[in-house]
């Protein structure tokens, strides 16, 4: 059964940071681009960040996101990852991490297979 858990979520103050992790279990995903989703009370989930199968600069970014947060990924431990900086109270959601996408893996429907969520909540 595939697996991808979760970790790094937590409750900071503006402008502090926080790295995401997730690590997926039951098959490998370096041929396919895996990325992160949020979603906050009331809202739909939305895109993120995206990285391809090769990583290092194929990488994709919401317009909110830009300048803030890094998504990086390694292929030996079958991980990918999320640094924010510069967090923001309009951050705070349950952020999903996200694999086997087909496609470039900028849409939801794109994936396959997805995390639990770790919630990360930012205060003013």
């Known amino acids: 059964q595939v697996q991808l858990d979760e970790s790094g979520g937590g409750r900071v103050q503006a402008g502090d940071s926080l790295r995401l992790s997730c690590v997926a279990f039951?098959?490998?995903?370096?041929?396919?681009?895996m990325g992160w989703f949020r979603q906050a009370p009331g809202k739909e989930r939305e895109f993120v960040a995206a990285?391809?199968?090769?990583?290092?600069?194929?990488?994709f970014y919401a317009d909110s996101v830009k300048g803030r947060f890094t998504i990086s990924r390694d292929n030996t431990k079958n991980a990918v990852y999320l640094q924010m900086n510069s967090l923001q109270p309009e951050d705070t959601a349950v952020y999903y991490c996200?694999?086997?996408?087909?496609?470039?893996?900028?849409?939801?429907?794109?994936?396959?297979?997805w995390g639990q969520g770790t919630q990360v909540t930012v205060s003013s």
């Open positions: 996200a694999a086997g996408a087909k496609g470039w893996g900028l849409l939801p429907r794109q994936y396959d297979y």
């Open positions: 039951g098959r490998t995903f370096n041929g396919s681009a």
């Open positions: 990285i391809s199968y090769s990583g290092g600069q194929s990488t």
